[in-house]
């Protein structure tokens, strides 16, 4: 679909210069699209907010709603729940090419079974919770760094002159509101820390590569799953530990303050 988007703007934009009439004025060609392509796990593809296309994917997800901003064209949208680095690296890698202009993507909470976590704490005993948290933090400092790098190599040789946007995760819970379930703020907080945790070892990966980090943790504050205004859905919803829609549209203005327009220039 890429090579369409240009052709047809190339189309209009050499109508528009060529002498169709002699005494018309020189008209300037308009700037070209934008070519975006969305990558990433289940924050990238919008679960949570049916309905649904395949892989779970949602009009509410961020690559949706930046859609049409700073002239940004979306061109191609596989971001899949569920997916993993090594999933995204072997089916959602074929969506970029030489014409790509702007790249997201949002992976690695899969990849630490972050939400087995999660459902420890809230769900067993402390000790449970404890081992959970210990175990995932095992994944995010051990195992995580070098996935990360594998897949944003990948991502790099295969969109070699776009600029990446690596999304990060917010913390689920708002321990100022007092227990949730079987966790109790302390255990919240420790979630947090790991979600912390995990956003920084994302960061420090997307920056050896170039890419831009968009951290979202202040745009969550004080909407956990467990305060009055949740932007986080919880317990007996489908879309469990995922944004509502409006933390989706916090996704979006996150991604769309942090992008510089002149980033987006060839």
Not at 223 to 237: E, T
Request: with cysteine; aromatic share 8%; hydrophobic share 45%.
């Amino acid at each position: 679909m890429k090579r369409t988007l240009r052709s047809m703007w190339s189309a209009i934009a050499l109508a528009l210069v060529i002498p169709g009439a002699a005494l018309a004025p020189a008209t300037a060609a308009p700037p070209a699209p934008v070519v975006y392509d969305a990558l990433g796990d289940s924050y990238g593809s919008g679960y949570g907010v049916p309905p649904y296309l395949e892989c779970g994917r949602s009009d509410a997800a961020y690559a949706v709603q930046i859609d049409g901003r700073m002239r940004i064209a979306l061109d191609d949208f596989v971001a899949c729940s569920g997916a993993t680095t090594t999933s995204l690296r072997a089916t959602q890698l074929d969506a970029l090419d030489e014409d790509t202009d702007l790249v997201t993507v949002s992976i690695g909470g899969n990849d630490i079974l972050w939400a087995y976590a999660v459902v420890s704490c809230v769900g067993t005993s402390d000790e449970q919770c404890a081992a959970g948290i210990a175990q995932t933090r095992h994944m995010i400092t051990d195992v995580l760094p070098g996935l990360l790098d594998d897949t944003y190599t990948e991502i790099r040789a295969a969109a070699p002159d776009a600029h990446v946007v690596v999304t990060g995760y917010p913390r689920l819970f708002s321990p100022e509101f007092g227990d949730y379930l079987h966790a109790s703020p302390s255990e919240q907080q420790a979630m947090n820390d790991g979600a912390d945790l995990l956003n920084a070892v994302i960061a420090e990966a997307a920056a050896a590569h170039g890419f831009q980090f968009v951290d979202v943790t202040k745009r969550f504050v004080g909407h956990g799953l467990n305060s009055d205004d949740p932007w986080i859905l919880g317990v007996g919803d489908p879309g469990l530990f995922h944004p509502n829609a409006a933390g989706y549209e916090a996704y979006a203005a996150a991604v769309t303050a942090a992008i510089n327009p002149r980033d987006l220039r060839r």
